[in-house]
């Protein structure tokens, strides 16, 4: 069973597939991350399959996902979506090689009420989707600041948490 | 003259990009074609000039769903060329892992991607709003399948614990026994859900299709046997490329397969079962029964029946394969380096699926072929959409396309993989 402290620390899931180029972007910012070294998240890496995602998620209450994704927009551009509230733009997640992906899994587990309470995911746009191991420069060069975004992420999810814990008092 | 097509531009809830079209004019279907648009990916020439230690790892990247599968019959290939045979309970862990695997992948098709159909639902996520108990029973059953994967394989995604001649690390029997408890309610879970599934309609619909799946002498096919047919072919895996021929058709970016002097033949689960009914063990041929399989099925709609079939079967070995467990002394077969060819083919989730490399004296690989079990299919989803569509030519336009998308759902095709090994040939000017 999900222990108290799982329930309140923010997760972060970098998805990708490290073989099919650009695909690879969210498991580079998660690696980036884990360079940080910070204890108050936790960071997974996972290959975008939608079973292993509500797995992976379900004890969690704050989650941040970042996954590559194509809707046409500049490549290495980056999409914040707040899908707590909201379903994702499922076109965007096509890149993936999933028929039952990240959109799937998280509709799915609304449709269940399993979805964490808090939803971010940040999309970086990719340029190249084929088999390999080399990421676009503009992708390359975009991990930095969509690290960056994800830790200000952090940083305003805990707020959330404390404004919440003080109202509730 | 009286033209109505069904066309879909991008088929939901099937691995990859593809597409369907059907020209019925007159009353008659004049054209069919499953089109898959999807680059492909030149794995095969990738893997030229790399070592032959490196195949299981590089062909476990080639899917996301089914990596066991190449992996397996990378080993395969590879032992054969070396002339090595892994036995014992090394071999009995690899069916091990193959059926987390079987777990795995049929689950999440049953559940997630075909039930939707048969329950009248566009997916999974509205499903899940009237039928949660199952959809959550399915997860769970999906997970003892990842669970299996995770601890043989190294890890859940692109396993990295399988090597030629066995593994880099056995698990202990402690380890294994942990699985255990998990898997026999997992094997409750299987059995509902072949219950469940039995519970369907299914369109009238029959087909006398050429099946081709492994047989061998006592096991339920994995990872070995004979390449054998409903009429009367028995070849080893070394002469599969004897009989067996792939060809370009200009609107598919996958290979299509065939059975020389043949025309499409049926690989997957429906076949395996009628081929293999005999070797499964009495429980599971007895709840196939009582879903009203009997000992043959040629509907493919009931092709979920047959999986499930196939995922309760997985459970029962998984445990067998447990109990019986002893700590091998050594994690692997050593298999010293020498030139050779060699020939692997071991049944995917998705049915055979065949390797051939050729090395030299230093493990290098010279060439590498790699035949998908999506794109020995190709024909069959055509020739079944083809025999469906002039079966229920009165059907209106939305439940016939419905119907279609439904019938190539059937096959759980897996299109990445399907293109994964377009060679590039010199019909580009």
Same mark, same amino acid.
């Given at each position: ?8 620390? &923010?997760?972060?899931i970098g998805i990708g597939n ?5 695909d690879a972007a969210g498991l580079?910012v998660a ?13 997974r890496e996972e290959s975008g399959e939608?079973?292993a995602l509500?797995?992976a ?8 996902v970042i996954d590559a ?10 999409? *914040? ?12 997640f096509?890149?993936s090689?999933h028929?039952?992906g990240l959109?799937?899994a998280? +509709? ?13 995911v940040?999309g ?46 | 003259?009286?033209? *109505? ?7 939901? #809830?099937?691995?990859? !990009? ?15 074609? /499953?089109?898959?648009? +999807? ?29 066991? @599968? ?24 690899? #069916? ?63 396993? &990295? ?17 942990? /699985?255990? !408890? #998990? ?31 492994? #047989? ?33 058709? +200009? ?28 070797? /499964?063990? @009495? ?5 196939? *029964? ?14 979920? &029946? ?5 995922? /309760? ?20 077969? !050593? ?45 069959? &989803? ?48």
């Open positions: 069973m999900p222990s108290s402290a799982e329930n309140t620390a &923010i997760l972060v490290e073989y099919a180029s650009d580079l690696r980036r991350l884990k360079q940080a070294g910070r204890a108050d998240f936790a960071i939608g079973a509500i797995e998620w379900k004890s969690a209450a704050r989650v941040i994704v194509r809707s046409g927009g500049d490549p290495g551009g980056l999409h *914040r979506l707040d899908a707590s509230g909201a379903p994702l733009p499922a076109e965007s096509r890149g090689t028929a039952f959109y799937e998280v +509709e799915l587990a609304r449709s269940l009420g399993d979805l964490p309470q808090r939803m971010i940040f970086v746009e990719g340029q190249n989707f084929a088999a390999g191991r080399s990421v676009s420069p503009a992708v390359e060069h975009a991990i930095d600041s969509v690290a960056r975004a994800v830790l200000e992420e952090i940083k305003k999810l805990g707020n959330e948490q404390v404004e919440k814990c003080m109202s509730s008092h | 003259m009286k033209t *109505r097509t069904v066309k879909v531009d991008y088929l939901a #809830r099937v691995e990859g !990009e593809g597409g369907l079209y059907v020209k019925i004019r007159d009353g008659s279907v004049t054209d069919v074609k /499953l089109k898959i648009f +999807e680059p492909p990916r030149f794995f095969e020439a990738f893997l030229r000039g790399r070592d032959y230690r490196e195949t299981p790892d590089i062909t476990a990247r080639i899917c996301g769903i089914c990596p066991v @599968a190449y992996q397996m019959s990378a080993v395969h290939a590879m032992e054969y060329a070396l002339g090595v045979k892994v036995e014992g309970q090394l071999r009995a862990l690899r #069916r091990l892992l193959y059926c987390g695997e079987w777990i795995e992948s049929h689950t999440l098709h049953i559940y997630m991607l075909h039930a939707p159909d048969f329950l009248g639902y566009p997916d999974a996520i509205q499903m899940a709003k009237d039928h949660s108990a199952a959809v959550q029973r399915g997860l769970q059953l999906k997970k003892a399948g990842n669970e299996i994967v995770s601890l043989l394989g190294g890890r859940e995604i692109h396993p &990295i614990n399988v090597r030629v001649g066995g593994f880099y690390k056995t698990p202990s029997k402690r380890e294994l026994m942990a /699985l255990a !408890e #998990r898997l026999k309610w997992a094997r409750d879970a299987a059995l509902e859900t072949v219950r469940w599934v039995a519970g369907f309609s299914f369109p009238d619909f029959r087909v006398d299709y050429l099946l081709v799946a492994l #047989r061998h002498p006592s096991e339920y096919p994995f990872n070995e046997g004979h390449i054998v047919s409903n009429r009367g072919l028995d070849i080893s895996v070394k002469s599969y490329e004897d009989y067996f021929v792939e060809e370009h058709v +200009e609107y598919s970016s996958a290979l299509h397969s065939f059975l020389k002097g043949q025309e499409a033949y049926l690989a997957g689960p429906l076949a395996r079962f009628n081929l293999n009914f005999d070797r /499964l063990p @009495a429980p599971v041929q007895q709840a196939a *029964r009582e879903a009203g399989l009997n000992e043959t099925c040629r509907n493919p709609f009931q092709s979920i &029946i047959v999986r499930s079939v196939e995922v /309760l079967y997985a459970c029962e070995e998984a445990l067998r394969i447990i109990s019986e467990y002893e700590e091998p002394e050594s994690a692997a077969v !050593e298999a010293p380096v020498r030139a050779g060819t060699g020939f692997g083919c071991t049944e995917a989730p998705r049915g055979l699926l065949y390797h051939r490399y050729r090395i030299d004296e230093d493990g290098t690989i010279l060439d590498a072929k790699i035949v998908p079990p999506t794109s020995q299919n190709q024909k069959s &989803i055509e020739a079944d959409l083809r025999r469906f569509v002039s079966q229920h030519i009165d059907l209106p336009d939305d439940a016939m396309q419905w119907q279609c998308e439904q019938a190539v759902r059937n096959y759980d095709p897996c299109i990445s993989c399907s293109t994964h090994f377009l060679k590039l040939t010199a019909d580009r000017v």
